[in-house]
Every structure is written in C-alpha cells, then in structure tokens.
Antibody, heavy 125, light 109 residues
Framework: QWQLQESGPGLMKPSETLSLTCAVS??????????WAWIRQSPGKGLEWIGS???????YYNPSLKSRVSMSVDTSKNQFSLRLSSLTAADTALYFC?????????????????WGQGTLVTVSS | EIVMTQSPATLSVSPGERATLSCTAS??????IAWYQQKPGQAPRLLIY???MRATGIPARFSGSGSETEFALTINSLQSEDFAVYYC???????????FGQGTKVEIK
C-alpha cells in the first residue's frame, strides 16, 4: 500500500520561496510507471493542481503557476519535491502530494489514487 | 481552460435516501472525469474514474454517469459515512491539465 507524507515549513513570508517534500513509502518511485503530483486546496480557489513529475524528471505544470514552480525527484531517498517562488498571501493553502493512477489506463492516468494528508502553508508578513 | 461547475453547492439528504450530484464541463471532456469524496481533515478519496468506473474498494452504492459535458454522481441509500464534500475533476492529455469543480457538500437532512 502506497503512503505519502508531506513535510515543510508551515509559515512563510511574502516573496519567499516555498520548499516542500513528499516522502513515499510502500514502493519505489523509480519502479513505478506513475506520475507524482502536487495539489493544493484553499477556501478561495478550491482544489488546484500545481504540477506533476515522473521519476525520470519529466515534468509539467499548471500554466497559471508555471513561471513560479519547479519540481524534482530524488529516487535515492524515494521522495519528490516542490519549489514555489515569489509567494503571496494567495498561496496560503493546504498542500497535498499525490500519486497519479496507472499511465497504462487512459481514463485513470489523469486521476489521483493516493494522497498524503496535506501540510498547511500560511504566507503572512 | 476547461471550467467544471458543480451543482448544487449543498444537498440535504436523509440517511437511506438517494443523492444525485451534477457536474458540467465548459467544453467536451469525453469520459475523462473523476469523482472524489473528502471528509473534514482528510485528503480527497477517488471514487469514480472514466465517468462511470468505480475505483478499487468503492461500494456499489456509488455510481457515475454521463459523457461529453454533463456528468452525475449518484449515491444510493446514503450511509452515515457518506456525508462529505464531493468533487468532480477532469483531465486533458495534451497539454496535460487537471481541473476540479468547486464541490458539493452532502449534509444530513
């Protein structure tokens, strides 16, 4: 059974860069054909997909955030990470990491079957 | 960007009754629609994908229907554990983009 756990600072200041990590257990990221994603949830914007990455490093991002986002994978630690720059109060949200469902199924590949519990990030001066 | 609109925002239902939730896409998404359930303090849980396929371990009382732009999630004989917020989600393959509806809260009547 896959398990995901987010970690990172809970409080950030405007203009800073957020770094979050998702530790994966129950399987090896490098042995999985699934993509890995970051999704956030805020009262104002609801659920918002941020970006996804494959163990090889192939990545793609939400166009609305693309200029400020980067993701990376560390297969030796079985984890993947998110960096979000130029933070504003609008980036205050609960940040989830998640695993895409099987890339082999065209109707499932874009869905998220495993999620972490989420980590709350507040941006405030 | 495809916009997903869910209705109603809140649905009041008595235990044992049926609930029908709607989700409308601003343009055709084929069958690339999923439904999630979220309870307070928890992450969303995948219920339905491909518009009508139940995810592993999801009870048969949950069913999905629809295609193109109009979709529905039906919950038959609501159980106490089904009172939660439900989200629809669409995805496109290229460019890859995943968008969620704003949610429908199913509450006890």
């Amino acid at each position: 059974q896959w398990q995901l756990q987010e970690s990172g600072p809970g409080l950030m200041k405007p203009s800073e860069t957020l770094s979050l990590t998702c530790a994966v257990s129950g399987g090896a990221i490098s042995g999985s054909i699934n993509y890995w994603a970051w999704i956030r949830q805020s009262p104002g914007k609801g659920l918002e997909w941020i970006g996804s990455i494959y163990y090889s490093g192939t990545d793609y991002y939400n166009p609305s955030l693309k200029s400020r986002v980067s993701m990376s994978v560390d297969t030796s630690k079985n984890q993947f990470s998110l960096r979000l720059s130029s933070l504003t109060a609008a980036d205050t949200a609960l940040y989830f990491c998640a695993r895409h469902n099987s890339a082999r199924d065209p109707y499932a590949s874009g869905t998220f079957g495993y999620w972490g519990q989420g980590t709350l990030v507040t941006v405030s001066s | 960007e495809i916009v997903m609109t869910q209705s109603p925002a809140t649905l009041s239902v008595s235990p044992g009754e049926r609930a029908t939730l709607s989700c409308t896409a601003s343009q055709s998404v084929g069958n690339k629609i999923a439904w999630y359930q979220q309870k307070p303090g928890q992450a969303p849980r995948l219920l339905i994908y491909g518009a009508s396929m139940r995810a592993t371990g999801i009870p048969a009382r949950f069913s999905g229907s629809g295609s193109e732009t109009e979709f529905a999630l039906t919950i038959n004989s609501l159980q106490s554990e089904d009172f939660a917020v439900y989200y629809c989600q669409q995805f496109t393959d290229w460019p890859p983009l995943y968008t969620f509806g704003q949610g429908t809260k199913v509450e006890i009547k």
